[in-house]
């Protein structure tokens, strides 16, 4: 039985820093892709890391240059913890951070899209304070 279970989550100062984790279990193979979601309030879930199974890294623009995604063995695998690590983290921050991981290739969706993702985690909470 695959399961993702957070966390790292909790209640820093903005200019502060925090590292997600992600223990990943259960697949039966290699995923294609793992990636960090975040929901604030009001606001859509929005991926915001990826990295792919060849390794490949992926963020969007708003935590470019500040968070880092990665693995415990520097690629993912059927079991694994995958770690979000967040720093000169901003109000605008805050929010459920998810992650999910793809396994099943699907028709007209890249690995790392968030359509493609099969797996969730239940959520962590972040809380930037300014």
């Known amino acids: 039985q695959v399961r993702l279970v957070e966390s790292g989550g909790g209640s820093v100062q903005a200019g502060g820093s925090l590292r997600l984790s992600c223990e990943a279990s259960?697949?039966?193979?290699?995923?294609?892709?793992a990636a960090w979601f975040r929901q604030g309030l009001g606001t859509e879930r929005e991926e915001i890391a990826s990295?792919?199974?060849?390794?490949?890294?992926?963020?969007?623009?708003s935590v470019k240059g500040r968070f880092t995604i990665s693995s415990e063995n520097a690629e993912i695998s059927t079991h694994n913890t995958l770690y979000l690590q967040m720093a000169d983290l901003k109000p605008e921050d805050s929010g459920i951070y998810y992650c999910?991981?793809?396994?099943?290739?699907?028709?007209?969706?890249?690995?790392?899209?968030?359509?493609?993702?099969?797996?969730w985690g239940e959520g962590t909470q972040v809380t930037i304070s300014s």
């Open positions: 999910a991981e793809a396994l099943q290739p699907k028709p007209g969706l890249t690995a790392c899209e968030a359509e493609a993702m099969d797996f």
């Open positions: 259960g697949f039966p193979r290699r995923p294609l892709c």
């Open positions: 990295l792919g199974r060849d390794g490949t890294t992926s963020y969007t623009d």
